[in-house]
């Protein structure tokens, strides 16, 4: 968790998504560290799913690429031990409660805290069934704010959540957008009532400029489909340039 907090502590955080094996897992251990040295602060790996959640065209397709590699959770364990020789960027796993599920949701925790994983994302484990405490385990939950969230949904994801609160920027599945909630300061001035977390704002960002308006207003931007989109295209040299132009537009935001 302590790691979490300290990216969101140096600067405002660029947070970067890609799925975990797509095109493959050397691959992905490459993009971890490339992506750090492009200017992204923590890195989210996407679990393959048959159903991903939440996912628009392009990530779909990216778990689909990854489940025919036959990458497994047990494999992106691996990786992520793999990958902590050689660098400490926070990782947060993003997946199906189905693959925790299936694995041991004692055994999950204990694995992700024995490798290295610093939070975990359980887009369809409502902050209202979840028992895990965080004082058993040091792994941030990190749950999700909508646009369309009550006052009481927010107070309870502000109780739950650790490490930061992943803010929606747009109702739907993920993917580019050219416009994000106009209501987005509203959204997080909300949240800010009551918990002192960081917010983090993702689903839609694409672009340079809207990485460093959403920088304004929240304390760190998650963008992925626009990374997954290039690397599925095989230009993962203009993904890590995508990057660092995103980390350009949020410092100078």
């Known amino acids: 968790m302590s790691n979490l907090k300290e990216a ?3 600067r405002k ?6 799925t975990a ?3 493959s897992l050397k691959a992905t251990e490459k993009l971890i560290y490339d992506l750090e040295k492009s200017g992204a602060d923590i890195v989210e790996l996407g679990i393959p799913f048959s159903d991903p959640l939440a996912d628009g065209p392009v990530i779909q397709a990216s778990h689909i690429r990854a489940l025919k590699n036959n990458v497994s959770l047990a494999d992106v364990f691996k990786l992520v031990s793999k990958v902590r020789k050689k660098t400490q960027i926070p990782i947060c796993f993003m997946l199906a409660y189905n693959l925790v599920f299936k694995y041991g949701i004692d055994k999950f925790y204990k694995e ?5 994983v610093n939070g975990v994302i359980i887009p369809d484990l409502p902050p209202d069934e979840f028992q895990i405490s965080n004082i058993e385990y040091l792994i ?7 646009p369309t969230s009550t006052e009481d949904r927010i107070k309870l994801i502000a109780e739950k959540s650790s490490g930061f609160i992943y803010l ?4 739907g599945i993920t993917g580019k957008r050219d416009k994000l909630a106009a209501d987005l300061k509203q959204l997080v001035s909300r949240i800010r009532k009551y918990s002192d977390l960081p917010v983090a ?32 295209k095989k230009k993962t040299k203009a993904a890590l340039k995508f990057v660092s132009s995103l980390r350009r537009g949020i410092d100078a935001g």
């Open 201 to 232: 704002v993702g689903f839609g960002i694409s672009k340079p400029a809207q990485a460093a308006e959403v920088s304004k207003i929240a304390d760190g931007v998650i963008v992925g489909s626009a990374i997954v989109d290039l690397i599925a």
């Open 112 to 116: 992700a805290e024995r490798v290295g």
């Open 168 to 171: 929606i920027a747009a109702t």
């Open 8 to 10: 969101f502590k140096k």
């Open 21 to 23: 094996g797509d095109p």
């Open 13 to 18: 955080a660029l947070i970067t998504f890609i």
């Open 140 to 146: 941030s939950n990190i749950f999700l704010v909508a």
